[in-house]
T-cell receptor, first 114, second 115 residues
Framework: KNQVEQSPQSLIILEGKNCTLQ??????????LRWYKQDTGRGPVSLTI?????NTKSNGRYTATLDADTKQSSLHITASQLSDSASYIC?????????????FGSGTRLLVRP | NAGVMQNPRHLVRRRGQEARLRCSPM?????VYWYRQLPEEGLKFMVY????????ESGMPKERFSAEFPKEGPSILRIQQVVRGDSAAYFC?????????????FGPGTRLTVT
């Protein structure tokens, strides 16, 4: 079983609409939880980083939430744009001893249509 | 300020050949990480290197795979006698002197196809 599970696997929305992507994880303890955006043919780019004590973090139209009790996180995208079409990946950084060994989910593929 | 550079971007090898993947970290970064992404899967940690040192290679297959980060020049991930199962995207990331505490910045990846 994957330590980081994401849903849905893929999502299609119309330009201008909002969407929410989900992430469940079993990694414990953990140092921080990150959301990355990966365009096709590119490397992942960090959107947000949250420590276990943070509940929410925003970066422009992206807002991430974290519930450390239920081990769930979400990424909310508001007023979607065509350029938001990409894979969004939930990544957990384990406890400090090996926090560099990032654990990646498989991602949610988002397609924004005009 | 150039980001993390990887080359080649695409590499095709026949079974049994060697593959050499290069990664130049961001300027000022001395920590390098390699990840592998199999089709339809998430990235998986392979190895963490500092200049001239392998810090953690626990994610790297014990045979045929090796990595180095010399004092001068890029980090190299070397795969000997490639097999079809090695076909994947290989990503390199780098971080600054804070090492594991610093943000990892990813390169565009090298897509290896073994025929």
């Amino acid at each position: 079983k994957n330590q980081v599970e994401q849903s849905p696997q893929s999502l299609i929305i119309l330009e201008g609409k909002n969407c929410t992507l989900q992430c469940n994880y079993t990694v414990s303890p953990f140092s921080n939880l990150r959301w990355y955006k990966q365009d096709t043919g590119r490397g992942p780019v960090s959107l947000t980083i949250m420590t276990f004590s943070e509940n929410t973090k925003s970066n422009g139209r992206y807002t991430a939430t974290l519930d450390a009790d239920t081990k769930q996180s979400s990424l909310h995208i508001t007023a979607s744009q065509l350029s938001d079409s990409a894979s969004y990946i939930c990544v957990v950084s384990p406890h400090q001893g090996s926090s560099y060994k990032l654990i990646f989910g498989s991602g949610t593929r988002l397609l924004v249509r005009p | 300020n150039a980001g993390v550079m990887q080359n080649p971007r695409h590499l095709v090898r026949r079974r049994g050949q060697e593959a050499r993947l290069r990664c130049s970290p961001m300027k000022g970064h001395s920590h390098v990480y390699w990840y592998r992404q199999l089709p339809e899967e998430g990235l998986k940690f392979m190895v963490y290197l500092q200049k001239e040192n392998i810090i953690d290679e626990s994610g790297m297959p014990k045979e045929r795979f090796s990595a180095e980060f010399p004092k001068e020049g890029p980090s190299i991930l070397r795969i000997q006698q490639v097999v079809r199962g090695d076909s994947a995207a290989y990503f390199c990331a780098s971080s600054d002197s804070r090492g594991w505490a610093g943000e990892q910045y990813f390169g565009p990846g090298t897509r290896l196809t073994v025929t």
